[in-house]
């Protein structure tokens, strides 16, 4: 391998925060946590290869907001509690013991939830069955149920949810930033998608309502961890249970998106695709990496989808993209930084290492 990799060594910096490159490992749902919703030791070694390997920034898997509707999987990790809260504290330690960037992703599961312990049912915008199944790997089977439409009090529980788990995140914990998650089918991009969400108040119909739980999050959690925190957004069109979808006003959707967030302040959007340098849209032209630095040109743009082509990555830089982040080529290559500036071949991803459950295996640890 001898192209040059150099500008994804450079580093950046976000809110006043150094970052020292440009490859982050993107947040992947491990379910390895305990039962009650703690981070384990294993996955405190689990996330510290990242570190070690050189990725600049650690993000972690989604972590779930509230002790109502938020839980997505068992075995997921919260932030609910102080109990939750504390058990990230080795994890971050060895994160930023080698100089890594942690950013902890906030997630509500809304009407994809398949194992909550808190609650039986679910909740989502509306009482519209969710597409796809859910994930076996997961622990999960069959349909998943049907949402109860969410009230307005439970819509000012979730926001509050978000913000002070953010805050627990930073103040607790000791992670360096915080991620919204508004992407891939979970609860705020479930309000942005125009079949999802049928409501007819301030919170449904055109995408400025449809975006409007995402930005209020956003607000909230600004409002909690104050303005010197990184704070960002994960955005998609594809979904875990509708890869294909797009947004129906495609750039002009774009626009609305991106452009409310970066009004709002959001330090950096997180973009992902199947692979990021595509058109976002069926009619071709730009990515959404593109239209995320197009509309929101101050934000940092992380972005993420079968980057661990070498070249791809190194185009996204070009393309818009401030950081690429890393899934499935993370988890063939805990290390990939560190085979990168040594020249040192990649492995390719063994997607046995997820079944039948994707829990963290002691194989990968030995990695
Ligand atoms: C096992 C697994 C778990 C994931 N869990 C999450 C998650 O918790 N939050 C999230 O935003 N994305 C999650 N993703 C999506 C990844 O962040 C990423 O978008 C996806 O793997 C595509 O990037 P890649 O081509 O680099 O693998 C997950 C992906 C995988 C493979």
Known sequence: MDIDTSTLF????????????RLSVAPMTR??????????????????????????????????????????????????????????????SGIKAHGAFAIAQMMHAGAISQGNRFRDG???????????????????????????????????????????????????AGFDAVEIHGANGYLLDQFMTDYANIRTDEWGGA????????????????????AKVP?????????????????????RDAEIIFGSLAEAGADFIHVTEYEAWKPAFPSGGPSLMQ???????????LANGSLHKVEQALAALDDGAD????????LANPDFPRRLSEHVALRDFDPTILGPIANVKETELAM
């Open 231 to 251: 704070v960002g957004v994960r955005i998609s069109q594809g979904k875990v249970n509708d890869f294909d979808h797009k947004w129906a006003g495609a750039e």
């Open 31 to 92: 379910v390895t946590a305990t039962q009650d919703g703690r981070a384990t030791e294993t996955m405190t070694r689990y996330y510290e290869r990242f570190a070690r390997g050189g990725f600049g920034t650690v993000s972690t898997e989604g972590i779930y907001t509230d002790q109502a509707f938020a839980q997505g999987y068992i075995h997921q990790p919260g932030m609910t509690d102080e109990a939750q809260s504390n058990s990230w504290k080795p994890i971050v």
């Open 10 to 21: 450079a580093p950046i910096v976000i809110n006043g925060h150094a970052v020292k490159n």
């Open 323 to 330: 950081i690429v982040t890393i899934g499935r080529g993370a």
């Open 207 to 226: 995408t400025e309502n449809r975006v409007r739980l995402t930005l209020e999050t956003f607000k909230a959690v600004r409002a909690r961890v104050g």
């Open 291 to 301: 239209l995320a630095k197009r509309y929101a040109p101050k934000a940092a743009v």
């Open 122 to 172: 679910t909740v989502g915008p509306s009482a519209i069955q969710p597409k796809g199944k859910q994930m076996t790997f997961y622990h999960g089977k069959d349909r998943y149920v049907l949402p109860a439409a969410m009230t307005e009090e439970q819509i000012a529980d979730a926001i509050n949810g978000f913000a002070e788990s953010a805050g627990r995140a930073i103040e607790i």
